[in-house]
């Protein structure tokens, strides 16, 4: 029976505080594994059919072994687990299996529906999931960050020839749906659902991405938006990679809500799958849009057919919360030397550069903007490399300008490396990458010897710009003491029907 949502609330509380550390754990490598693309370029084995790790990588699922699931122990079968290795952000999610209490999609659910029907009870055996696992992390790809996704689900024992398909569902929103629908929210323009497509057995599955519309053409062509959009194809644009397991294959990292052994639980043949997601270089292709989005829910749904037209929705893992985004932040501080500044002196830049198309609610760019002594302006902005220049004032010496940089999983900020400058006034080459915070700081110092008596410029209030935010989670995490965190790592939790 779900767990009382009294207890849920206390489970959102203890994930909250929850430590994330970045660790280097995991068994020794066993054999070599066979990484493509996308998992070469991430660093982590994602399309190997297994979770462990293995030369040349040597990073697997099993490498997050051991994490704290939450409600511990047997008859707690929703449970959530948070943890970080090497930088990469982990979210583990168990689900009652073989229940008549699980939790699934009303008869007649489709995909497009919106705060669809959610009831207590049995799911089919080819659909019933009974984990879900997420990881990402940001990683230079010639220079340039990216978002890596990892994603991996487990069913139980498998009769006959099963074929399924598995969705991730990524919402920006808040607004719940309410009490008929779980915890699920109501679906914001640029959602994105992620669908693993495969027949059964070891055929190498398809990966394929829309997003939510509210205008243009739908993916089932007898609807009309809001909905689904078009389907992209990950797997054929090269920007993604997945395996479902053809032998037995250790999870070491499984929760033991149905009394898992200490060890880990074995799988049966096709009861595991993985994927890896260039998310960054997805996004940012015709296919699937190129602005950037703030994610503060991730579901995953099973459903009985790669036919959006006619697929019956099925199991309901989550919704569980997270912070993660294709966005990054870039912020400008100004310190002057006298600090307080006397003369309330006003400093002017410009911050320009970046991808073509910045996010929609975000900072267009070439921004203008003028700080005074102990100002700062924050801008949301896609993953690239950027410049800001200041305008070099009378009696004013720029003495240096730096810049450090905040990652979740990364404990505290540290430098920017390949900034160049201050050349007349203008940083240059800041790199800003998706779910990174990047804080440069301008310091000026007054000559001694120049007049006093009347300011440079008249006095205003630190931000003369005005900037609407992207959308950001709700986040219980306390900011980084120097930084403006864009997204980190959220508690995870879920609630179910009492």
């Not at 009985?304 to 985004?325: F, K, N």
Request: glycine share 12%.
């Amino acid at each position: 029976m779900a767990a009382p949502r009294q207890a849920r609330a206390a489970l959102r509380w203890a994930v909250a505080t929850f430590l994330v550390t970045a660790t280097t754990v995991g068994p020794a490598p066993r054999a070599l594994a066979d990484p493509g693309p996308i998992g070469t370029a991430a660093g982590f084995e994602d399309d190997d059919g297994d979770l462990t790790p293995e030369a040349p990588i040597n990073f697997d699922w099993n490498n997050f072994n051991p994490v704290f699931w939450l409600p511990p122990g047997p008859g707690n079968p929703y449970q959530t687990a948070i943890t970080g290795v090497n930088g990469w952000q982990f979210i583990g999610q168990t689900d009652a299996q073989n229940s008549n209490m699980d939790t699934r999609f009303a008869g007649g659910v489709k995909q497009d529906d919106d705060c669809p029907g959610v009831i207590n009870s049995n799911v089919p055996n080819k659909d019933d999931l009974k984990r879900t696992y997420l990881a990402f992390k940001t990683v230079p790809v010639m220079g340039v960050p990216h978002l890596f996704l990892e994603l991996a689900w487990m069913r139980i024992p498998q009769t006959g020839a099963p074929s399924a398909d598995v969705a991730f569902e990524f919402n920006q929103g808040t607004v719940g749906c309410g009490a008929g629908s779980d915890s699920l929210v109501e679906r914001t323009e640029g959602d994105i659902l992620i669908l693993y497509d495969f027949t059964g057995g070891t055929a190498t599955p398809t990966l394929t991405a829309r997003r939510w519309i509210t205008a243009g053409t739908c993916e089932v062509s007898a609807n009309s938006p809001p909905c689904w959009g078009q389907a992209f194809n990950l797997s054929t644009g090269g920007f993604a990679e997945a395996k479902v397991n053809s032998v037995p294959v250790l999870d070491a990292v499984a929760g033991d809500s149905d009394a898992v052994p200490l060890g880990g639980e074995m799988l049966g043949v096709a009861e595991f799958g993985e994927a890896g997601i260039d998310l960054t270089a997805a996004t940012t292709s015709t296919g699937l849009g190129t602005n950037c989005a703030s994610f503060g829910q991730v579901e995953a749904i099973s459903r009985s057919s790669g036919d959006a037209s006619s697929a019956a929705m099925e199991d309901l893992v989550g919704p569980t919360p997270i912070q993660i985004s294709t966005c990054g932040t870039l912020i400008v501080e100004k310190v002057t030397d006298p600090s307080p500044d006397p003369s309330h002196t006003l400093f002017s830049f410009v911050a320009n550069g970046g991808p073509s198309q910045q996010p929609v609610g975000g900072t267009t760019m070439p921004h203008s903007f003028s700080l005074v002594d102990g100002g700062s302006e924050s801008m949301t902005v896609g993953g690239g490399t950027y410049s800001v220049a200041e305008t070099i004032l009378a009696n004013w010496n720029l003495t240096s300008a730096t810049c450090v940089v905040f990652s979740p999983g990364q404990i505290g900020p540290t430098p920017l490396a390949g900034t160049a400058g201050p050349t007349g006034g203008v940083l240059s080459n800041i790199t800003v990458g998706p779910n990174e915070t990047v804080t440069c700081t301008f310091n000026d110092q007054f000559q001694v010897g120049a007049p006093t008596s009347t300011p440079t410029r008249t006095a205003t209030p630190t931000h003369t710009a005005t900037v609407t935010p992207s959308p950001t989670p709700t986040s219980t995490a306390t900011p980084s003491p120097t930084a403006t965190v864009c997204s980190t790592v959220g508690p995870s939790t879920q609630q179910r029907l009492p």
